[in-house]
């Protein structure tokens, strides 16, 4: 069966420092991928998008970048963190369009950024 | 660009009764998907609905149904016998190349 595995679950960073949170999938083959991020008590905002290795599409231009080194781990990182960057970061992915179609989410990251 | 929107940013309903969340969405494709997502606290994301945009009929599970209109671009979710266990935000979210999600609707449910 398909897992995601995304973490660190908690993260607290001070201002300027850099950032990487990961997420890998288990048991499908070259899914879509999606980085959103979900401020307090709010929707949630795509981030990032990839369709394959090292195809990435970015949705907000903005202090963070993704990257996608293997078919199934994307990695959003930041080279310098800033106070707005505070939020929760969840990872997805999904097979595409199709019958069946829905998106599975990870657990989900805490980032606190001070 | 596609846009998903949530004009109901809170609702409350009381235990037993029906509520209807709104959603419209502005695309020009004409092939694409729809959801309804819950988000309980636990923040896990939770997919209680889906619709196929070339499908007329409205997709239903159980006590959750929808009503999807295309020419208006319209999507809500009616949840009947609401349930304490359905408080939790709702998303609404569309998917062609990519997902989108819309900016939730907080529901409340009165024991």
């Known amino acids: 069966s398909q897992t995601i595995h995304q973490w660190p679950a908690t993260l607290v960073q001070p201002v300027g420092s850099p950032l990487s949170l990961e997420c890998t999938v288990e048991?499908?083959?070259?899914?879509?991928l999606y980085w959103y991020r979900q401020a307090a008590g709010r929707g949630l905002q795509l981030l990032f998008y990839s369709v394959g290795i090292g195809q990435i599409s970015s949705e907000v231009p903005q202090n963070l970048s993704a990257s996608r080194p293997q078919d199934r781990q994307f990695i959003l990182s930041s080279k310098k963190l800033l106070l707005s960057d505070s939020g929760f970061y969840l990872c997805a992915w999904s097979v595409g369009r199709g019958p069946n179609t829905e998106a599975f989410f990870g657990q989900g990251t805490r980032l606190t950024v001070v | 660009a596609q846009t998903v929107t949530q004009s109901q940013p809170e609702m409350s309903v009381q235990e037993a009764e029906t509520v209807t969340l709104s959603c419209t969405y502005d695309t020009s494709e004409s092939d694409y998907y729809l959801f309804w997502y819950k988000q309980p606290p636990s923040r896990q994301m939770i997919l209680v609905i889906r619709?196929?945009?070339?499908?007329?009929q409205n997709a239903t599970e159980n006590r959750f149904s929808v009503n999807f209109q295309k020419a208006a671009k319209s999507f809500s979710l009616k949840i009947s016998d609401s349930q304490l266990g359905d408080a939790a935000m709702y998303f609404c979210a569309y998917e062609d190349d990519k997902i989108i999600f819309g900016k939730g609707t907080r529901l409340h449910i009165l024991p």
């Open positions: 048991g499908t083959s070259n899914p879509n």
């Open positions: 619709q196929e945009a070339y499908k007329q």
